[in-house]
């Protein structure tokens, strides 16, 4: 099976044209297909009690605020986390927001639910003023307030959707909420290997911070994304002729536009220069095994000459954060300079998903094609927590961690 497809930084209007019904209607949509089958009646039952409670509050941009709450269910859900995370993301502003408490949200809908409603309220309180030197300290403290790991999913994603509809907001809130996601969240984000989410909140709040920039930079690259995909959609053909000619029958190509932000910093370390950013549309060869990816280089290596230096083996030597793949540069077709991305499809998904997917992994020890939400056989909150704890300690032993990850994923 051979599949393409091409990536470009995902904008971030998707979400927002759609009502209550509709986002409610694909909330449910998408968690009909888990499986196995869960309880429906449960998540209709925290949806109908987040919007009795929060009545005809509204979003700053005057949508009916119940949408928020929807919306971050639906991303959260796409995660396959378990069905309690989903209602307590639904719930995740009842305690700071309405009448209704942790109390009642424990009768309703059980302890595990009410714990992370009031986890979600308590990481809510931990305010960043953009003047703190110190940020790992207030990171730590986000974990150490959040103690499970769920809380701080729904966290993420909440940011993720106040980003969303941020220009309605005044300007120096605006600033001090993608200051704060920059700083704070987006670093957690990749922290826990979600290269995908932290990637979203870095390219949702850098217009907000550096706006001229933003439009200098999206400017800049139209044309050359463009450009770039057209000189792969010619270089890929024969390519994927060699890999069969190999034996390499099952695989799929992408082409990653790089991320804005990222794009963005590696831009200041290259002085603007443009023409030093090699991997502006990398392509990514995902196969089933690890065997393969060592073949498919030894093929992209056959085929085009290696660029000096331009060899890491995130296979062999992952990076702290448990990213794996190959990564190669070559001269390609035409001598233009080109990143080649090799992976499974599990470390894939685990470069996008991080520790959610890894959760995925170890406990259905199945392939993808097993998507959906876990059974409660097991004291699932206890390990979470643990989770939490072994990050925590991993988190504090290594201070140069977060620069160590300063890799260019996307
Ligand atoms: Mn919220």
Not at 240 to 262: M, N, P, W
Request: charged share 30%.
């Amino acid at each position: 099976m051979i599949h393409r497809e091409i990536t470009y930084p995902e904008q971030k209007t998707n979400l927002l044209k759609q009502d209550t019904e509709s986002l409610y209607q694909e909330l449910i949509q998408i968690l009909s297909s888990w499986t196995p089958p869960t309880d429906l009646s449960f998540i209709e039952r925290a949806f109908k009690t987040a919007k009795y409670a929060h009545g005809d509050q509204k979003r700053e941009s005057g949508e009916p605020y119940i949408n928020h709450l929807l919306r971050t269910a639906i991303e959260l859900t796409k995660m396959n986390i378990d069905i309690n995370t989903v209602a307590a993301s639904l719930l995740h502003d009842i305690i700071e927001d309405t009448r209704l408490t942790e109390k009642d949200i424990m009768k309703d809908f059980g302890n595990e639910v009410a714990f992370l409603v009031a986890g979600v309220t308590k990481v809510d309180k931990i305010k960043y003023q953009g003047i703190e030197r110190d940020t790992e300290n207030i990171k730590k403290m986000i974990l150490a307030t959040a103690q499970d790991l769920r809380v701080l999913f729904i966290k993420l994603l909440d940011r993720l959707d106040n980003l969303r509809d941020i220009e309605h907001l005044k300007e120096d809130r605006q600033k001090r909420i993608a200051l704060e996601t920059l700083e704070i969240y987006a670093p957690l984000a990749f922290r826990l290997g979600m290269n995908k989410l932290g990637g979203l909140l870095e390219d949702f709040s850098f217009p907000v911070i550096y706006p001229q920039e933003y439009i200098w930079l999206t400017n800049e690259i139209k044309d050359k994304y463009e450009d770039r995909i057209h000189y792969l959609e010619n270089i890929v053909p024969p390519l994927e002729k060699q890999l069969t000619e190999h034996g390499v029958d099952d695989f799929q190509i992408e082409f990653r536009a790089k991320r804005y932000y990222s794009l963005y910093q590696k831009l200041l370390r290259y002085s603007m220069n443009m023409d030093k950013i090699y991997d502006l549309v990398a392509l990514r060869i995902i196969v089933p095994t690890i065997e393969q990816c060592y073949l498919v280089l030894g093929i992209v290596h056959q085929i085009w000459k290696l660029f000096p230096h331009g060899f890491d083996d995130y296979i062999a030597l992952p990076k702290p954060n448990g990213y794996q793949s190959v990564h190669t540069t070559v001269f390609a077709e035409e001598g233009k300079i080109l990143e080649v991305q090799i992976r499974t499809q599990e470390m894939h998904e685990r470069a996008e998903k991080g520790i959610a997917a890894h959760w995925t992994y170890s406990e259905t020890k199945k392939s993808l094609a097993y998507r959906g939400n876990k059974p409660i056989t097991f004291p699932k909150e206890l390990k979470w927590m643990a989770q939490l704890q072994k990050w925590q300690e991993e988190f504090s032993s290594s201070t140069d961690f977060l620069e160590s990850l300063k890799i260019d994923f996307f």
